[in-house]
Structures are given as C-alpha cells and as structure tokens.
C-alpha cells in the first residue's frame, strides 16, 4: 500500500521525528516519471495532506488497450525468472499489473492479465484503467482545486509528452491553471537539472514556512 505509506505512514513518521511544519500548507509532493503518476494520484486524493504537487514527466496517464503494444510479451511471462531477464517494458507492465491487478490465488505472478491466452479480459483492464489519472481525474477536480499549486513539466523529446498535455488540458478545461512547462530533452536527461532550477524554487515560492 504505497499510497498509505507516502499519504500517512511517511508523513506522521516526519513530523513525529523532525522539526517540521505539520501541516498541508507546508507540505509538498513531487516525483518524476511513476514518481510523476504517483505525485497525481497521491495529491488528486490527499488535498488535506498536499497543498501543492509538482509531477515530472508523468507516465501512465492515458487508457491502456489489453491488446496495445508490449500486452502480448508480457502476457507470456510466466516465472519469476523470466520476469526478472525480460525487457524494461515488459517489467514495467507486470510491475502494474502486480498493483493494478492482483490475484492471491494466482501463483507464481500473483496478478490477473488484461489479455490472457490470446483473449482481451475485459474487467481486468477495467481495473487497469480505473487507476489511469486521466480516466479518473474527473471526480477529483474538487480535491485539485483545493491545491495551492501544481506544477506539470516534460521534455519536448519525452514520448510521454502527450498524455502530459492532455493532463494540462483536463485542469484547464475546469479552470484550474498549472504551472506548465516543456523544455529541450528526452524522459530521464534533465531530470536533476529540473529539481534544481524548477522544483525547488516552485516549493520555496508555494509552500508556508510559517
């Protein structure tokens, strides 16, 4: 329950243990790439938490298609070993159907797969799709316009530039106005730039430190 553990159980073990602010105005949540998709979902559903998110190049933003590219690869994986040797792709499918899609009583993966034995699994990819951000920021908008602050930025070169757009535009759609910002580069070539010369000075200008 990673959501837990960052909403509540890393937030209460802070403030319990450092001379913090504790309170959301004080409080800021970013990540980059599912640190990205995490800081969306986390702050969509914590605005008692968070006043203001900053996500970087976020994936896993727009529907999946169980037949899509990679669903197939993926699907036929079936140990741990082979898990563990395959592509970066297909690790990363596995790893969300492991959270997406969870099956106790599935061993060795432990998940139900939108697309098994060459069939679309309709309900699986329901619950696949019921955690992407822009199938599910619609009934949030009331938490987001809580925030004090949001902050969206992606290179121009990042092939998740896309769905990083439509997010921007879904806020705006609801008059919710994001700091956005593309820039020259790819998914992962700026990123410790981007903390230095954009993150933080964003916090430092939204947070309370009073």
Known sequence: DFEGFIARDLVDYVDSRYRTLAKRESRGLSGHSMGGYGTLRIGMKHPDTFSSIYAMSSCCLTPYSADGPGMAEAAGIDSLEEAAEAGIGTRVTLTLAAAWSPNPEKPPLYFDFPLEDGEVQPLIAAKWNANVPLAMIDQYIPNLKKMNAIGIDIGLQDG???????????????????????????????????????????????????
């Open 160 to 210: 998740l530039l896309a769905g990083n757009e439509a997010l921007r535009d879904v806020l705006t759609s609801y008059g919710i106005e994001p700091f956005y910002e593309t820039y020259e580069g790819n998914h992962t070539n700026r990123v410790a730039e981007r903390y230095e010369t954009r993150v933080l000075p964003f916090f430092s200008k939204e947070l309370a430190f009073e």
